[in-house]
């Protein structure tokens, strides 16, 4: 059997029994030392499904280093370096080189941390592995796990910019400069994540980079019997999206489109006022037994409850064509640009 | 200009003035936590340069984690972790992932670390980018810099090994075992490198992966106002090397070939007996005040000093051919097989 058969859940499964390792699965890793918990994470990223040519070297570089950054926010843990693997190839102009380093230097700087390695390799398609380092105190760290009936489920910031945004590019509609910027420099919620972590208030905490409704399905796999309601109303789309889409196509981007760099995390309720103070939050839902579901409101004004399907995009069953060079991956149909793989 | 004109050294020299930070060059990153150095190291392998054809799953799992755990031996660093960013073609065969997972796992077990996490990717040639992360007490730590004159010069293990059996392999040359090993197999000498550091004796070090006169270039580079005096009849070639060479072509491939992971280090002399004792060294040279020579007996008797060229392969200039599919890198001319680029 090949391993694109089985998508990326199962395989991971597959590794973590192979390893004798539970933890993995997690975006991070982690190592406990003393009262810390130090958290590490690796993503890889490449030419053909995450830097589409509208993409400047420096927003593929913020870009390479924002990813890894905000599985460390989702933890609370704030970074203490980056490494990066840069795989170069064999006609890169060193202008677009700096440009790189000058995008990854920018994202290191916003989240206070900075680089202190890497490699660098020729290979025929630009890829980029960044691994972020970071720390927690042990009794802050927010995991996946930990949610309860009754909490209240909250985003930060707004959904579907970035969606929005590569909706505009595929169609060759204009596109406001700050959606845009959702989807090739997503900011890492790095304070935010930080501030959740030591309000110790929250419950349960991941990035929404795969989406908000393959997101909280995540969310609630990782915690036994629970389940969620979500109230579509309260979902904040992004403000600039009215430009581009119309309310029902945005609500959709918001729930099924990745790249939105944003944290989903779980507070009970009678703790939600300290954080509401610290962080631009929205509560966007509950905590329930059992189910993900979603309520909106008709056009008749009357109140639908329906399941929020996962429609979870796994990268790894999306076999790649094999190809001599990197094709356009937003304008070519066959080669699909993936802002929901992180 | 194209980054594969500027040569390894520049680019990186490039890179460190962009990110502005004067550590970055050594194999690894360091982060100062209380009395413990943090350090750590990315290193990107991937089918074309690194993994021939007569290389199997194992292997290509063993060696993606040896690479790096050499960078935290030479180092002197105790691994606490490892992660792994790996890009799977769309043919790949879950037992094939299954056996890269065991070798990978194997190794780290031997350097008593284990995975903590990772990343899975589409990618159209096997890739994989292994970090370790590892850690030492500060006044152990072990750098490149800090060999003084007449400090004896060491290394560990035997030499030449990895280089012979490549040999053997481009010529068809039928190869023992523990050479294919120290070829496709090294043991990253993580107990060794422990031991140095714990000892204090050390005043420089770092590991040969790029061949031994490259790396004692690279010690004098990293120590000011140094140079080396290497006697050639004592270096260790491995035991073997002469199922396959003659004395003089041994000698050239440890002087030469990289691939050997052993640690290359400095001791002054009165701290050499201890030394001895607990690990397998054998004193090859010592530091002196410039110029890297070597000592030579000819065939006649007579002893001859010459300069020890570099004969450093910086592999970001060997650029390499754009093809649709990954060739034989052993056997086919126009790909170079690689063993010196970690």
Same mark, same amino acid.
């Given at each position: 059997m090949q391993v694109f058969e089985l998508g990326e859940r199962a395989i991971v499964e597959r590794i973590r029994k192979l390893l004798g390792n539970p933890d993995i699965g997690d975006d991070c890793g982690f190592i406990r030392i003393g009262d810390e918990i130090l958290v590490a994470t690796s993503d890889m990223l490449h030419q053909k499904t995450d830097f589409p040519p509208q993409m400047s070297g420096y927003q593929i570089g913020w870009m390479s280093a924002a990813v890894s950054l905000s599985d460390l926010a989702a933890m609370g843990a704030k970074p203490t370096g980056m490494l990066f693997a840069i795989g170069l190839p064999g006609d890169t102009e060193t202008g677009f080189l700096d440009e790189i380093i000058r995008g990854i230097k920018t994202c290191a700087d916003h989240a206070s941390t900075r680089v202190i390695g890497g490699d660098l390799d020729a290979h025929d398609e630009l890829t980029i592995v960044g691994t972020a380092i970071g720390s927690v105190k042990r009794e802050n760290i927010m995991y996946r796990s930990g949610a309860r009936e009754n909490d209240l489920v909250c985003v930060t910031g707004s959904?579907?910019? =970035?969606?929005a945004a590569l909706f505009a590019l595929k169609q060759g509609i204009k596109c406001p400069a700050d959606l845009l910027a959702k989807l090739f420099e997503p900011t890492p919620r790095i304070r935010e994540g930080s501030t959740l972590a030591e309000s110790? =208030?929250?419950?349960?905490?991941m990035d929404i980079s795969d989406g908000l409704a393959a997101s909280l399905h995540e969310l609630s796999r990782a915690n036994e019997n629970i389940g969620f309601k979500i109230y579509a109303e309260k979902i904040p789309t992004h403000p600039k999206i009215s430009q581009i889409l119309k309310p029902k196509e945005a609500l959709k981007v918001a729930l099924y489109e990745g790249g939105d760099f944003e944290l989903l995390f779980t507070v009970p309720k009678e703790k939600i006022k300290i954080l509401h103070e610290e962080i631009d939050l929205t509560i966007i839902g509950k905590v329930t037994k059992k189910n993900i579901l979603i309520e909106e409101t008709t056009i008749e004004g009357k109140t639908c409850?329906?399941?929020?399907?996962?429609?979870?995009?796994?990268h790894l069953r999306h076999r790649p064509q094999t190809r001599s060079r990197p094709q356009d991956p937003i304008t070519d149909t066959n080669t699909k640009f993936d802002i929901t793989k992180y």
């Open positions: 959904l579907g910019g =970035a969606g110790k =208030a929250v419950t349960s905490a409850v329906k399941p929020l399907n996962e429609k979870g995009y796994e």
